[in-house]
């Protein structure tokens, strides 16, 4: 009786050691591991319903890092058939497959379910109409004679769901989003949404008024209602014998208090007064800062010859523009003052009485090489003028291969945009909200592509748009004056010739609040954030700071900036790049880079051209986005 129960001991702890180094090879391939032992981001909680079970990674609760790739097998057992995996399934590779994988962005719990194999079997087809008005949970799938199976339409925003129409005689309720239909056969259903109209912005009022000594010319006095978020241009106008004092009353969203013409945001109903004083006795000519800066920072160096900065109000500065190899001198601009020969690279500048930013502008003579990142691709823009890309290809973003005579390209989410040496401009990919109806645009200098719209600059610094514009993204036909355009996941970014920046669009993180910037040479929009680049080489930033992608203030020599879907890129002067945000892609490890001319972040994946031609890229790879090794673009 002893031995047996030793023996019986023995094969116990056998068992258990057998066990644990199951467990154990189950973290080494999953990244799981059962319990909180260490610091992890989320529970995968793995359950089986009668009839089989999982075998890979087992059953139970497991903890697992952020954006893991965990594979699951389910086994059916003797008479019994896989059928599909229920619970958090959005992130499952394939909801129908007894061998698929979840990729863990958050808490998640999943069902292995199984049928008898001797019952009859019917197929339900699901679709949507219109393409792209959204989606039907489960996507389709066999199911045993007399199965009631939930099914749940979702809208993709702009949308609503209307309907379920076709083989609908067994669902319960065919006008409800989220029902069920009991299967006697082989059923296709359609999920019906129309488009949902865009909700008005709010309105304010504003409410102008002025001391005795003067008035307010622009916009006028009285009580004035405007859509949130407008910028008001107030131009305070004394009498003679006076002079303006200050805004007084609801003042927090005014640039400048003590500026009579200055400009307030509307956030709210506000109340302001123009005050006027008495003048007093002369005082000493104010002085003003000259900031002169090329477009773009690679089209040429500027200068000021004079070169005793600050200057007063109508003194006389001479300037003088040099056009870097590739480029010629295309015109001086400014928002105040004048130009003895604005076409002239030597000419002299008329100081106005503000601190003022002149900009050199430089048009390409020839096809250069360059690179852009979208959402899941990369593109490369070759010197002779040709296109290559390589990534996701779902939406026809890729098909490249034709174009010619291209001379700047632009990825976004998933479409790419072309610019053509005659100006006109071609475009590729998901087309659902029309961002690649660009057909018609001609005289473009620059395009630029968002998530879902497309966005193009005129040679006249007017700025046209196309695209999803549910925030509105696309409302810049009012815009002039622009130099460059930016376009980031949902809004849009122009920086005029002065230095300072106008934006629209998704504005939930305060990435649109820019328009105190100024000095600005360079923007890029991102996924929730912008980023500017200031003539002094300095970088600011503003919108969503998760990951820390704003964290920017310390960058000095600077000559590019990119903002990517989570992450920052900037190159430096020495052609070596920092970055910051989301790295768990590698994406920001880009310390070792040397000898880039142009950087470009896309949703999770950063490139760098190399100034041989050759091309470097770290992140995210699922798409194969960063397999641009073999490229050689000069």
């Given at each position: 009786?002893?031995r047996?129960?030793?023996?019986?001991?023995?094969?116990?702890?056998?068992?258990i050691?057998?066990?644990?180094?199951i467990?154990?090879?189950?973290?080494?391939?999953?990244?799981?591991?059962?319990?909180?032992?260490?610091?992890?981001?989320?529970?995968?909680?793995?359950?089986?319903?009668?009839?089989?079970?999982?075998?890979?990674?087992?059953?139970?609760?497991?903890?697992?890092?952020?954006?893991?790739?965990?594979?699951?097998?389910?086994?059916?057992?003797?008479?019994?058939?896989?059928?599909?995996?229920?619970?958090?399934?959005?992130?499952?590779?394939?909801?129908?497959?007894?061998?698929?994988?979840?990729?863990?962005?958050?808490?998640?719990?999943?069902?292995?379910?199984?049928e008898?194999?001797?019952a009859?079997?019917?197929?339900?087809?699901t679709?949507?109409?219109?393409?792209?008005?959204?989606?039907?949970?489960?996507?389709?799938?066999?199911?045993?004679?007399?199965?009631?199976?939930?099914?749940s339409?979702?809208?993709?925003?702009?949308?609503?769901?209307?309907?379920?129409?076709?083989d609908?005689?067994?669902?319960?309720?065919?006008?409800?989003?989220?029902?069920t239909?009991?299967?006697?056969g082989?059923?296709?259903?359609?999920a019906?949404?129309?488009?949902?109209?865009?909700?008005?912005?709010?309105?304010?009022?504003?409410?102008?008024?002025s001391?005795?000594?003067?008035?307010?010319?622009?916009?006028?006095?009285?009580?004035?209602?405007?859509?949130?978020?407008?910028?008001?241009?107030?131009?305070?106008?004394?009498?003679?014998?006076?002079?303006?004092?200050?805004?007084?009353?609801?003042?927090?969203?005014?640039?400048?208090?003590?500026?009579?013409?200055?400009?307030i945001?509307?956030?709210?109903?506000?109340?302001i007064?123009?005050?006027?004083?008495?003048?007093?006795p002369?005082?000493?000519?104010?002085?003003?800062?000259?900031?002169?800066?090329?477009?773009?920072?690679?089209?040429?160096t500027?200068?000021?010859?004079?070169?005793?900065?600050?200057?007063?109000?109508?003194?006389?500065?001479?300037?003088?523009?040099?056009?870097?190899?590739?480029?010629?001198?295309?015109?001086?601009?400014?928002?105040?003052?004048s130009?003895d020969?604005?076409?002239?690279?030597?000419?002299?500048?008329?100081?106005?009485?503000?601190?003022?930013?002149?900009?050199?502008?430089?048009?390409q003579?020839?096809?250069?090489?360059?690179v852009?990142?979208?959402?899941?691709?990369?593109?490369?823009l070759k010197?002779?003028g040709?296109?290559?890309?390589?990534?996701?290809?779902?939406?026809?973003?890729?098909?490249?291969?034709?174009?010619?005579?291209?001379?700047?390209?632009?990825?976004?989410?998933?479409?790419?945009?072309?610019?053509?040496?005659?100006?006109?401009?071609?475009?590729?990919?998901?087309?659902n909200?029309?961002?690649?109806?660009?057909?018609?645009?001609?005289?473009?200098?620059?395009?630029?592509?968002?998530?879902?719209?497309?966005?193009?600059?005129?040679y006249?610094?007017?700025?046209?748009?196309v695209?999803?514009?549910?925030w509105?993204?696309?409302?810049?036909?009012?815009?002039?004056?622009?130099?460059?355009?930016?376009?980031?996941?949902?809004?849009?970014?122009?920086?005029k010739?002065?230095?300072?920046?106008?934006?629209?669009?998704?504005?939930?993180?305060?990435?649109?609040?820019?328009?105190?910037?100024?000095?600005?040479?360079?923007?890029?929009?991102?996924?929730?954030?912008?980023?500017?680049?200031?003539?002094?080489?300095?970088?600011?930033?503003?919108?969503?700071n998760?990951?820390?992608?704003?964290?920017?203030?310390?960058?000095?020599?600077?000559?590019q900036?990119?903002a990517?879907?989570?992450?920052?890129?900037?190159?430096?002067?020495?052609?070596?790049?920092?970055a910051?945000?989301?790295?768990y892609?590698?994406?920001?490890?880009?310390?070792?880079?040397e000898?880039?001319?142009?950087?470009?972040?896309?949703?999770?994946?950063?490139?760098?051209?190399?100034?041989?031609?050759?091309v470097?890229?770290?992140?995210?790879?699922?798409?194969?986005?960063?397999?641009?090794?073999?490229?050689?673009?000069?």
């Amino acid at each position: 009786m002893n031995r047996m129960l030793s023996s019986m001991r023995r094969h116990h702890m056998t068992k258990i050691g057998l066990s644990l180094l199951i467990v154990a090879l189950i973290v080494g391939m999953t990244g799981c591991a059962v319990g909180a032992t260490r610091p992890v981001r989320y529970e995968l909680t793995i359950g089986s319903a009668e009839g089989g079970s999982v075998n890979i990674p087992g059953e139970g609760t497991f903890t697992c890092d952020a954006g893991r790739v965990v594979d699951l097998e389910a086994i059916p057992s003797t008479g019994y058939r896989f059928v599909n995996w229920t619970g958090d399934t959005d992130t499952v590779n394939n909801a129908y497959a007894a061998f698929t994988s979840v990729t863990m962005n958050d808490d998640y719990s999943i069902t292995a379910n199984f049928e008898e194999t001797d019952a009859t079997y019917y197929t339900l087809t699901t679709s949507v109409s219109p393409s792209g008005g959204g989606s039907v949970s489960p996507a389709g799938g066999t199911y045993a004679a007399g199965k009631v199976v939930t099914i749940s339409a979702t809208a993709t925003s702009g949308y609503r769901f209307v309907n379920w129409t076709g083989d609908v005689s067994t669902i319960d309720d065919r006008n409800a989003a989220s029902t069920t239909i009991t299967i006697y056969g082989s059923y296709s259903i359609t999920a019906n949404f129309e488009e949902s109209p865009p909700v008005p912005p709010d309105q304010y009022s504003l409410t102008i008024s002025s001391s005795a000594g003067g008035y307010v010319s622009t916009p006028g006095e009285g009580t004035f209602t405007r859509d949130a978020g407008t910028v008001v241009t107030l131009v305070a106008s004394p009498y003679s014998g006076y002079q303006f004092d200050r805004w007084t009353g609801d003042v927090g969203t005014i640039a400048d208090d003590e500026d009579p013409t200055t400009t307030i945001t509307m956030s709210g109903d506000y109340s302001i007064t123009a005050n006027f004083v008495e003048e007093g006795p002369p005082v000493p000519p104010d002085q003003y800062t000259l900031t002169i800066v090329p477009s773009p920072i690679t089209g040429g160096t500027v200068s000021d010859l004079t070169g005793t900065s600050p200057y007063t109000e109508g003194e006389s500065v001479s300037i003088k523009a040099v056009a870097a190899s590739d480029y010629q001198f295309a015109g001086w601009t400014a928002p105040a003052g004048s130009f003895d020969n604005a076409n002239a690279p030597t000419t002299t500048f008329t100081m106005p009485g503000q601190d003022v930013t002149v900009t050199a502008h430089f048009d390409q003579t020839g096809v250069t090489f360059m690179v852009s990142a979208g959402e899941g691709h990369t593109v490369g823009l070759k010197s002779n003028g040709t296109v290559v890309a390589v990534g996701d290809n779902e939406h026809g973003q890729r098909n490249v291969g034709d174009w010619k005579d291209i001379i700047q390209v632009a990825a976004g989410g998933y479409h790419t945009v072309g610019l053509k040496s005659d100006g006109t401009v071609r475009a590729v990919g998901y087309n659902n909200y029309g961002q690649c109806n660009v057909d018609d645009w001609t005289n473009v200098k620059q395009v630029a592509a968002g998530a879902y719209h497309t966005v193009g600059l005129r040679y006249d610094g007017t700025v046209l748009a196309v695209g999803y514009s549910y925030w509105w993204q696309c409302r810049v036909d009012d815009w002039r004056d622009i130099i460059q355009v930016s376009a980031g996941d949902y809004h849009t970014v122009g920086l005029k010739s002065g230095g300072t920046v106008v934006a629209v669009g998704y504005n939930y993180h305060g990435q649109c609040d820019i328009s105190s910037w100024n000095n600005i040479i360079q923007v890029d929009a991102g996924g929730y954030h912008t980023v500017g680049l200031q003539s002094d080489r300095t970088v600011v930033a503003r919108g969503d700071n998760d990951y820390g992608r704003c964290n920017v203030g310390d960058w000095t020599s600077m000559i590019q900036v990119a903002a990517g879907g989570y992450h920052t890129v900037g190159l430096k002067s020495d052609d070596t790049v920092r970055a910051v945000g989301y790295d768990y892609h590698g994406q920001c490890d880009v310390d070792d880079w040397e000898n880039i001319i142009q950087v470009a972040a896309g949703g999770y994946h950063t490139v760098g051209l190399k100034s041989d031609g050759t091309v470097r890229a770290v992140g995210y790879d699922y798409h194969g986005q960063c397999n641009v090794g073999g490229w050689d673009l000069n």
